[in-house]
């Protein structure tokens, strides 16, 4: 059968993303820090963007909404809602346009919105700032190896490991790779390192926890003790709290391992970890939601996301009949437009799938995790007719201050357990098992079996199985290494 090229006809649907509409869903599941660097790096871009600055309200300038031209829409959740089909359904860009199709688009998007409709509230929980990063661990060190009366050859020595300590403060390499690198002897490797390791912080430059224990010992004059003697020969038993095993094997009775595992507690196996030069990152909330009176109020947190204007001077250039490069302001001044578009969608979206979630949750609210309730993605979808993966977006990464502390959307989305007193939600399950076992003997902990028949005498029933997944998601271990003899 022979090639040919034939024109064909073919009726069909295709779903088309538009880089507008991309652009759009990309915003709405980014994080807090992504979203503000990439507004950020849209106000390098694109140059129809510009920042409005606080000191121009501050000081009493006319506002946007007085300036020719620069009509300002806020963000209402309340009187401008955003359905999926306004994400889905976004006109295509005509390639020409004037001016006057930019006419209402936003010059200031910003306005936090709440429940009743307030465009500011400042009676919101001030965040902490994070500190700036100490002196590192290798910095540390090797000021007291500049302070100490090491040799050329020692300090080379010296600052080779000091460079291959991981965040915990050990040797990430061999004694023999070092004695390669340094083109030295391994006894004057091993010579240095036992010197450095009773440096502040003392057990650091150690290859091990084993090592880094002893060396501590060794530091405070307990290197022949009952204490040494355990971590040196008994660790195994040490981790499954096999303490009758121990007395037996040193011949000493139970109470003087006691207090050598009182003394070992005292040690630190992470030294390295306060020198640690790696920069705390708080969770900031994207969404306040607070009591006021007998409601509850919800807000957008804006702080520390710059608030956008499509530039006057850049319009103006657009209205003059003989401007050039007319295309080129076009496009920009409608990515601008978009964009700000975009921008007040993100806000709307959070805000009505955060004033769902707390409309079914407002249990949780009013009395703690115990009272969360089930609760799936789809509900939410359905109660503000969105789709199930636009809920998805939004709630990942997503942080919300509530009066039981900072929680991430997702949270609030658990799985349910059926119980004689209706469906319960699987986190307050958890929280309850915490609770049970906060509240144990330290010498008799409960087991899980014991914790079943607890929970089922608040008929809670559950099995063996699921108690000991959910104590192990708390990151709590079984009853035989909880057991305490001190």
Excluded at 138 to 150: G, K
Excluded at 192 to 197: H, I, K, N, S
Aim: aromatic share 6%; charged share 30%; with cysteine.
């Amino acid at each position: 059968m022979g090639l040919e090229t034939k024109l064909v006809q073919k009726m069909g649907q295709s779903l088309l993303m538009t880089p507008q509409l991309q652009q759009a869903i990309k915003l709405l599941q980014l994080g807090r820090l992504e979203y503000k660097d990439a507004i950020e790096r849209e106000l390098l871009e694109n140059p129809a963007l510009e920042e409005m600055r606080e000191e121009a309200q501050a000081h009493g300038l006319p506002s946007p909404e007085h300036q020719p031209h620069e009509p300002t829409i806020l963000a209402n959740p309340h009187t401008s809602g955003i359905s999926d089909e306004s994400l889905g359904n976004s006109p295509a860009v005509e390639p020409k346009a004037d001016w006057d199709d930019f006419s209402d688009a936003f010059t200031d998007y910003r306005g936090s919105a709440s429940a009743k409709g307030q465009s500011d509230y400042d009676d919101r929980p001030l965040q902490e700032v994070a500190s700036a990063a100490g002196e590192s661990l290798e910095q540390h060190l090797l000021n007291q190896v500049r302070l100490h009366d090491f040799s050329p050859h020692d300090r080379l020595i010296a600052q080779h490991i000091a460079g291959n300590l991981d965040r915990d403060g050990y040797l990430e390499c061999s004694y023999e790779e070092l004695a390669a690198v340094t083109s030295c002897d391994l006894e004057d490797v091993a010579m240095v390192a036992d010197t450095l390791r009773f440096f502040e912080p003392v057990g650091a430059c150690t290859r091990s926890l084993q090592e880094c224990l002893l060396t501590q010992l060794e530091f405070r004059g307990l290197g022949d003790s009952l204490e040494s003697r355990i971590i040196k020969n008994h660790t195994d038993k040490l981790e499954k709290r096999k303490y009758d095993q121990i007395a037996k094997a040193e011949r000493v009775t139970i109470d003087d391992v006691a207090r050598a595992i009182r003394s070992i507690r005292t040690l630190d196996p992470k030294p390295g970890r306060a020198y640690s030069d790696e920069t705390t990152r708080y969770v900031v909330p994207d969404v306040y939601v607070q009591k006021v009176g007998n409601d509850w109020v919800i807000t957008l947190n804006e702080e520390g996301i710059p608030r956008l204007r499509i530039s006057p001077y850049y319009s103006e250039l657009l209205r003059e009949p003989e401007s050039a490069n007319k295309t080129y302001l076009t496009e920009r001044l409608r990515a601008a437009s978009w964009l700000i578009k975009s921008i007040q969608q993100r806000q709307q979206t959070i805000y009505r799938v955060t004033e769902s979630i707390m409309k079914f949750q407002r249990p949780f609210l009013e009395q703690g995790i115990e009272r969360l309730k089930p609760l799936v993605l789809k509900d939410v979808a359905e109660d503000i007719d969105m789709h199930e993966s636009t809920v998805s977006r939004v709630t990942t990464d997503k942080y919300v201050h509530t009066p039981q502390g900072i929680f991430e959307l997702k949270f609030f989305f658990t799985s349910g357990i059926k119980t004689s007193n209706g469906d319960i939600s699987s986190s307050s399950v958890k929280e309850r098992i915490k609770a049970i076992i906060a509240a144990e003997a330290p010498a008799q902990p409960i087991s899980d079996q014991q914790i079943v028949e607890t929970l089922k005498g608040e008929k809670i029933d559950i099995a063996r199985r699921t108690v000991a997944k959910y104590r192990e998601s708390l990151g709590i271990v079984s009853s035989s290494q909880r057991k305490k003899i001190l």
